[in-house]
């Protein structure tokens, strides 16, 4: 008899429910073994707050945005006491592995336990695209469609009206949706985190286009970048787990461009949409991939490590490898992108 316990914490990230799936139906096919839902997280983990799972109970999730679990930013650690409730709830169910599904904090959190003894597998989920030792993560590829979409609905009212837009995509500290989307939405310039910026480079941009006759540009910032020199930096809102709450740092930018260029320059925040609704068709098959590697490695007792993308395979890396840093966008991927700048 095996028992496999599956969690998803952190944001909530597109693919979410794809691997809740592909966990369970991987389990359910071998004999003699369960599988244990946790709601909410590490919160439900420290509160014993569980459900069965069975294929039945995951029927039609696959395309639902979200996570039928629920998730929650509560890390064990600071607002817990760490492995002891956490055990208490495994050893209650009998669980021999929990599969855990989630971003660099989570994984920090999951690193902990499993050195403390708990038996834990890893799965990388963010729409951020930044945790080490995998090559990509679930999320990213719809969060990347739909900031496009906006970066292509944006160009044609932007071109309407001679004006500059500053588009805003998620991406905590790293730049990774905003350089993807930017390639693939043709922006004019891209701010990012990972590369100091200097804003009267940007207004060299806009100003050089607009005298060769375009009549917009489309300037894409993540989230996470510092703000302009010159400008008062604004303590970070917070939300309910003490976590800094990002957005809105391009009002700033768009407003020095605007001084600086003369043209009427707007800001687009895209935010939470980026995280929502149904993953694309890649997102469901890496998702799915993960999860029936996770479900293996946990059937196997293979327990510290994470399922991970490498190449085309899905392979284990130490769950350690992947809290060794947060990953940043490469240089050279940059250097393409700023290609086609302006
Ligand atoms: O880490 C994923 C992410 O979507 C970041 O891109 C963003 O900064 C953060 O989560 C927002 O989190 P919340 O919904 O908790 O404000």
């Known amino acids: 008899m095996s028992v496999v316990g599956v969690l998803t914490a952190g944001g909530d990230c597109p693919g979410l429910n794809a691997v809740i799936r592909a966990v369970t139906a991987r389990v359910a ?14 919160e439900g983990l420290m509160e014993g707050d569980t459900i069965p799972l069975d294929r039945d109970s995951v029927r039609g999730i696959l395309t639902r945005g979200g996570t039928i679990l629920g998730t929650s930013r509560m890390d064990p650690y600071v607002h817990g006491d760490g492995y002891q409730s956490c055990s208490r709830t495994i050893k209650r169910n009998g669980i021999d592995s929990l599969v855990v599904i989630g971003g660099d904090g989570t994984l920090r959190s999951a690193l902990k336990l499993s050195q403390e003894g ?45 004006r500059v837009i500053v588009v805003e995509v998620m991406g905590r500290t790293k730049g990774w949706i905003a350089t993807h989307a930017g390639i693939a939405g043709g922006a004019d310039a891209i701010i ?12 060299d941009i806009v100003r050089s286009r607009h005298r060769r006759g375009q009549r917009y540009s489309i300037v894409v910032v993540g989230e996470g970048v510092q703000p302009p020199p010159g400008t008062k930096k604004k303590g970070a809102r917070k939300d309910a ?19 600086m260029t003369g ?3 707007r800001v687009s925040v895209l935010g939470h949409i980026q995280r929502g ?16 590697a996770a ?3 946990a059937l196997a007792g293979k327990n510290g490590v994470m399922a991970a993308v490498r190449g085309t395979e899905i392979v284990p890396v130490s769950i350690e490898e992947a809290c060794a840093e947060i990953r940043g966008v490469p240089a050279d991927l940059y250097e393409t992108a700023k290609t086609f700048f302006g």
């Open 277 to 292: 609704g149904t993953p694309s068709a890649f997102d469901r098959v890496l998702a799915t991939r993960l999860g029936v």
């Open 192 to 203: 990012i985190p990972e590369v100091p910026y200097d804003l009267a480079e940007t207004a």
């Open 118 to 162: 708990l038996p834990v597998v890893g799965v990388p989920k963010t729409i951020d695209n930044d945790i080490a030792g995998t090559d990509t993560t679930f999320g990213f590829s719809t969060a990347v469609q739909i900031a496009t979409d906006a970066i292509d609905r944006l160009a044609s009212t932007a071109e309407s009206h001679n």
């Open 263 to 265: 043209f009427e320059t």
């Open 241 to 259: 787990f003490g976590f800094d709450r990002l957005g809105g740092i391009s009002y700033r930018i768009a407003e020095q461009l605007e001084e």
């Open 295 to 297: 479900a293996d490695y």
């Open 29 to 42: 096919d071998h004999p003699d073994s369960e599988v244990v839902g946790i709601r909410n997280g590490w």
